[in-house]
DNA sequence: GTCATGGTTGACAGTGACTGACATGTTCGG
DNA sequence: CCGAACATGTCAGTCACTGTCAACCATGAC
């Protein structure tokens, strides 16, 4: 009976890993990320500066690593969607979970400090890049189970993927420019309303 | 009479950081990016840790800082082009400059070293945002000339933009995936073929 | 209970990117 | 020829990140 412990021992894992993120992103909102050190979150924590690269590969992954489960949840949401959608609205779907309510205030700040800080932005607009990576995968697999296979050189799925997430990041940045009151979807919207695929 | 040797001092410094930089990708392309040290950039060059620095802010900007010449030329472009042209060709043909003949061979084996190292990659992205920056304000000069300004809070500028360099990325993934055979234009020409900015 | 065992942790040393400070040239203007 | 910029080297220091090792649990076998 070996599958017994590993559950248990994943659980912990996570519990650390979600209490060394949170202080470590109070601690980035309050006074700055690059004016915050691994020491800092070390402490806050009390852990050793080890201990907590044992739990995230790199600084930047304490704030992008976020994304893995928003992108677990786009990928499944991409999986239950119609699979005859129009591809432009099955991607516009994907963004749905982004702008969950209750979320919303604590989001906030945490756009705020990844737009400003370079090296946050950096990670950020890499770690959407492996997302498309996914979810044109999941769209090409949609397409050959429908029976309309795109072809291997078909650049569509991956163009009309990166421009949809290029509208996203368009999207965050009029949002957080007027001060992020209206829902972040609305502007999500208004910005892939722009652009229509071509038949 | 000041303005006479600040001339040939940027110039010199020009020359130099020329030279920092071709040694630089050389090493890079050779022996790759992570393997290659700023100890050993700076002595395939005969000079100091330091003054490498004293050229380059970071090791990334030595490989990326090469597009802030193909922004200001993608700048030049946008504002020669007739203003009344449609949006979505305009941007078509900022991408024009990336895909000059007599450069392709030299530029293949660097878009292969930037796609491919996680650091050079995420720099890269964020380079190519700050352009978007500039592109968005320079459409909405050209608008604003034209007589038919966009509204503030308009994301139509922002997210044409950012969908353009969505399928440029796009089109750069195949190109790669496919040996960089046929010229990279025509690669990009399919990835923008499949969208249509809303009138 | 005891003991092997796998997994977690802290302490320590080391590398590499980068920065600040200072001292030494080299160059150009007068 | 002299003084003021400017370029460069050296050195010390910070910080992200990695490898290693020894100590330390928890679990399961006996």
Redesign the pocket.
Known sequence: ?KP???A???R??RA?QREIGEAALALFVERGY?A?????I?AAV????????????????IVVGKLDLAADQMLDTLRTRPPGEPVWVSLRRLFDILDEPGQQHIAEPIHRVVLETPALHAAYLQKLQQIQDAVVDALRQRAAAAGRPYAVDDPTPRALTAAAFGCLVAAQHSWLASGATSPLGDAVDRAMATLTPRA
């Not at 915050?36 to 800092?40: E, F, L, N, P, S």
Request: aromatic letters at 10%; hydrophobic letters at 30%.
């Open positions: 009976m017994k412990q590993p248990l021992r994943e912990t894992r650390v690059e915050t050190t691994i020491d800092d070390a009390g852990m050793s500066q080890r201990s907590v690269f044992r739990y995230f590969a790199t600084k930047e992954e």
